[in-house]
């Protein structure tokens, strides 16, 4: 199985990219500005005893998105994990102070680019009967965040998106399906107290936040031959429970 996850060289997208290589997928990961990180994800795939490449895609730039599909060869299954984060607007900026300018770039990278995405792949998961696209998105579209709700808006549209796309596809054999991670303990440094973290974890049935490696252990279940007829479905993460925009 070959395998495109966009987004690859951190976080959630560079834990299933290894998740894959280490069931014997080919993986191909997009970065856009983190090449080293990039290549050093590639390396522990190879020495995990998998294949991998690393091609640059950025969302934002439309004209990048099929040649990076192209040069990945034929793919049969889609990981769309990158977002454009956006602007960081302070909590105090109301609905109305959000310049036209932030929705239309949001909307641009995340939901077009993301479209077009899906448009370079489909054409040949259609031909070979099989296919999979998993879109990655975030508690914050459905329960909000505090301030700016351009974000969560542009991860809603990735909803609909699937479930079209799995009424579109599925006479072809392709399944599609969106993963919604919760507060997710990854790599990155956040801007949350370990007292925060812990009473969100508080709120969720299993006491505890999920890893990048939970994320990516559910992705590649979606995303696999082991998915048999699971599609047009929102799957929510278990932090997800811990309503995390609520409590900080």
């Given at each position: 199985m070959?395998?495109?996850i966009?987004?690859?060289?951190?976080?959630i997208g560079?834990a299933?990219?290894?998740?894959?290589?280490?069931?014997?997928?080919?993986?191909?990961?997009?970065?856009?500005?983190?090449?080293?990180r990039?290549?050093?994800?590639?390396?522990?795939?190879?020495?995990?005893?998998g294949?991998?490449?690393a091609?640059?895609?950025d969302?934002?730039d439309?004209s990048?998105i099929?040649?990076a599909a192209?040069?990945a060869?034929?793919v049969?299954a889609?990981?769309?994990?990158?977002v454009?984060w956006?602007?960081?607007?302070?909590?105090?900026?109301a609905f109305e102070?959000?310049?036209?300018?932030?929705?239309?770039?949001a909307l641009?990278?995340?939901v077009?680019g993301n479209?077009?995405?899906?448009?370079?792949?489909l054409?040949?998961?259609?031909?070979?009967?099989f296919?999979r696209?998993?879109?990655?998105?975030s508690?914050a579209?459905?329960?909000?965040?505090p301030?700016?709700?351009?974000?969560?808006t542009?991860?809603?549209?990735l909803?609909?998106?699937?479930?079209?796309?799995?009424?579109?596809a599925?006479?072809d054999?392709?399944?599609?399906?969106?993963?919604?991670?919760?507060?997710?303990?990854?790599?990155?440094?956040r801007?949350?107290?370990?007292e925060?973290l812990?009473?969100?974890a508080g709120h969720?049935p299993s006491?505890?936040?999920s890893?990048?490696d939970?994320?990516?252990e559910?992705i590649v279940f979606?995303?696999?031959e082991a998915?048999r007829?699971?599609t047009?479905?929102?799957?929510?993460?278990?932090s997800?429970?811990?309503?995390?925009?609520?409590?900080?």
């Amino acid at each position: 199985m070959h395998v495109l996850i966009t987004g690859g060289s951190s976080g959630i997208g560079a834990a299933t990219a290894l998740a894959y290589g280490k069931a014997g997928a080919r993986v191909t990961i997009t970065y856009n500005t983190g090449a080293d990180r990039a290549a050093e994800v590639v390396k522990r795939i190879e020495e995990a005893g998998g294949g991998a490449a690393a091609v640059h895609l950025d969302l934002e730039d439309h004209s990048t998105i099929a040649p990076a599909a192209a040069q990945a060869g034929p793919v049969d299954a889609l990981v769309a994990n990158a977002v454009r984060w956006g602007t960081i607007m302070p909590n105090s900026v109301a609905f109305e102070g959000i310049p036209a300018a932030e929705w239309s770039a949001a909307l641009h990278a995340n939901v077009v680019g993301n479209a077009l995405l899906v448009q370079a792949v489909l054409p040949g998961m259609r031909r070979r009967g099989f296919g999979r696209i998993v879109f990655v998105s975030s508690g914050a579209a459905e329960e909000g965040l505090p301030g700016p709700g351009v974000y969560g808006t542009a991860k809603m549209a990735l909803h609909g998106m699937a479930r079209a796309l799995a009424w579109d596809a599925g006479k072809d054999g392709v399944l599609v399906n969106v993963a919604v991670a919760g507060l997710t303990v990854t790599e990155r440094e956040r801007p949350v107290s370990q007292e925060a973290l812990d009473a969100i974890a508080g709120h969720t049935p299993s006491r505890r936040l999920s890893t990048a490696d939970d994320l990516a252990e559910l992705i590649v279940f979606l995303g696999s031959e082991a998915n048999r007829n699971l599609t047009g479905e929102i799957i929510r993460d278990g932090s997800n429970a811990g309503r995390s925009a609520h409590v900080l």
